[in-house]
């Protein structure tokens, strides 16, 4: 059975975040070396995270790009954080690029909860939609 990345409520809203920076940008970078286009990569290292892929300004030192944790896995605000990312994700660092299209319906107004399925052999995105 697979095991799921969530982003939902203010998670979500930073994933939406996301997007849209990577929509709005000019330029975007390579993934592992091999040209790719607009995306957002899947981190698994401290903590599980969406984050734009895409050229960014130079940050002041101590400052850090933003990213759209998935819930439970902020290693500022979850506790346990560290076990569930190893029960999803494996204890090795991990990261995989997702087009921009894998993201389409998660900017839908209606949508409240987007999933990543992860399984050994695969992710598969999912959504659930509000309820009349």
Do not use: C
Request: net charge negative; aromatic share 10%.
């Amino acid at each position: 059975m697979p095991n799921n990345l969530v982003w939902s409520g203010p998670d979500l809203e930073a994933l939406r975040a996301e997007i849209r920076a990577v929509q709005s940008a000019t330029e975007h970078r390579a993934f592992w070396g091999e040209p790719v286009g607009p995306g957002l990569v899947l981190a698994a290292d401290h903590g599980v995270y969406l984050m734009g892929w895409h050229k960014r300004p130079e940050l002041a030192e101590g400052e850090r790009y933003p990213v759209a944790y998935a819930k439970g896995l902020n290693p500022s605000a979850d506790k346990g954080w560290y076990d569930k990312k190893v029960q999803i994700m494996g204890g090795d660092d991990d990261a995989a690029f997702f087009d921009l299209s894998a993201f389409d319906l998660a900017m839908e107004p209606d949508v409240v909860e987007f999933v990543i399925r992860v399984s050994v052999n695969s992710y598969r995105t999912a959504i659930l939609r509000k309820t009349s």
